[in-house]
C-alpha cells in the first residue's frame, strides 16, 4: 500500500508547485525575483532567498542520504548549513535553483519506489544522535519547506519595498 507515501508525494508537489491553500508555492515566490535580487539581504536579520534555497537543498539532500543509506552526514553545526552570499554567487543561481529542483525530483522518485511500511522503518538521525522512523525525516522536511516558505514571503516583501 501506498496511500501515505503517495499522500507525502503530492504534499511535497503542491509546496512548490501546486495550488495551496495559503496562496503561494516556491514557484509563486521564486517568479516574483530576478537572478541579481536572490543574492540580497533585504535586512541584517534576515537570509537572502539564495542562502534559503541552498539550505533546503543540503536538507533535501540529506534526507536522500537517510533514505538511501539509514544514516545522514550533516549536522546543524555544519558549514554546508548556510554558505554565505559570497559562496552562493560563486555558484550562481542558476545552478543553486536547478538542484533544489533536481533534489526534489529525486526525492518524489526514491518516495516512489517505497511502500507506506518504510516510513515505519528506523534510520540512525546524527543531529539527534537517535533512531527514528522516516516518516520523522520525510514531514520534518516538508514542516521545514513550509516554515522556508513563509520567510520567502516576508524577504520578498521587503526586496519590493526597498526597490519599488
Known amino acids: 500500500m501506498k496511500y501515505r507515501i503517495e499522500n507525502i508525494i503530492t ?31 533585504p535586512m541584517k536579520n534576515l537570509h537572502s532567498i539564495a542562502e534559503i534555497i541552498s539550505h533546503l537543498t543540503l536538507w533535501r539532500k540529506e534526507t536522500l542520504l537517510k533514505i538511501q543509506t539509514g544514516k545522514g552526514s550533516k549536522t546543524d553545526n555544519c558549514k554546508e548549513n548556510w554558505l554565505t552570499n559570497d559562496e552562493l554567487k560563486m555558484v550562481g543561481w542558476d545552478k543553486i535553483n536547478s538542484e ?65
Not at 12 to 41: A, H, P
Not at 132 to 143: A, D, K, Q, T
Request: charged share 25%; aromatic share 14%.
Open 11 to 41: 504534499q511535497l508537489k503542491e509546496v512548490q508547485s501546486g495550488k495551496l491553500w495559503i496562496g503561494s508555492t516556491f514557484d509563486s515566490k521564486l517568479n516574483q525575483v530576478d537572478k541579481d535580487s536572490v543574492f540580497v539581504r
Open 100 to 164: 533544489y529542483d533536481r533534489t526534489l525530483v529525486q526525492l518524489i522518485d526514491l518516495l516512489k519506489s517505497k511502500e507506506d511500511g518504510f516510513l515505519n522503518e528506523l534510520y540512525y538521525d546524527i543531529d539527534f544522535k537517535s533512531d527514528f522512523e522516516y516518516s520523522f525525516v520525510i514531514n520534518g522536511m516538508l514542516h521545514h519547506d513550509i516554515y522556508h516558505l513563509g520567510q520567502l514571503g516576508i524577504i520578498i516583501k521587503y526586496l519590493k519595498k526597498n526597490n519599488p
